[in-house]
């Protein structure tokens, strides 16, 4: 065999394309140690700058090594501060969507209760004064309900100044019902 065959320049661009495709699938495969193992290094190169800067400014190679370490844990700190405050504002705003979820199930369902307990109380009292009072209360749930659609789109108090205003229908209805 001779080994000093020439290569053609088709050859040439084939072999270095299948070593870089090569060198890729690998660094693909060997990532999860690459990135640690870069991300050290990147560190040490910055913290080593700052610890020579330091020296250079005539602190004492002890003194100079706590202050970049001092450094490195302001940063540290930083990031989980900033990581913490993140994580509990996306944890507010999902209890509060949840809330509000449950909170519109419950007045929704509680509408839906309320009316035909009123309808009820509105066909029994339909002769003389009592059908208008009974009508009247009728209205008031259709109103609390519109109140409980729009509140449903407005916020979670308004859905609340909604169930006061059902709990104190409830409340007159059953008066209204029980005094005659």
């Given at each position: 065999m001779n080994?000093?065959?020439?290569?053609?320049?088709?050859s040439?661009?084939?072999i270095t394309i299948a070593a870089a495709i090569l060198i890729l699938a690998g660094m693909k495969t060997a990532a999860p140690l690459l990135g640690p193992l870069f991300f050290s290094i990147f560190l040490a190169v910055i913290f080593g700058m700052l610890l020579h800067w330091f020296e250079k400014?005539?602190?004492?190679?002890?003194?100079?090594?706590?202050?970049?370490?001092?450094v490195f844990l302001a940063i540290i700190a930083v990031f989980i501060v900033w990581g913490a405050s993140a994580f509990l504002k996306t944890t507010i705003q999902y209890v509060s969507l949840?809330?509000?979820?449950?909170?519109?199930?419950?007045?929704?369902?509680?509408?839906?209760?309320?009316?035909?307990?009123?309808?009820?109380?509105?066909k029994q009292a339909l002769a003389g004064e009592a059908a208008a009072k009974a009508e009247m209360q009728?209205?008031?749930?259709?109103?609390?309900?519109?109140?409980?659609?729009w509140g449903s789109t407005?916020?979670?108090?308004?859905?609340?100044?909604?169930?006061i205003t059902v709990e104190k229908t409830q409340q007159q209805a059953f008066r209204f019902m029980h005094c005659r």
């Open positions: 080994h000093d065959m020439p290569i053609s320049e088709l040439r661009s084939l400014k005539g602190l004492s190679t002890r003194f100079a090594l706590l202050l970049t370490l001092l949840d809330e509000a979820a449950q909170s519109q199930r419950m007045v929704q369902v509680l509408g839906k209760i309320e009316r035909k307990r009123f309808e009820a109380a509105a009728v209205q008031q749930v259709s109103r609390i309900q519109q109140i409980f659609q407005v916020g979670p108090n308004i859905e609340k100044i909604s169930v």
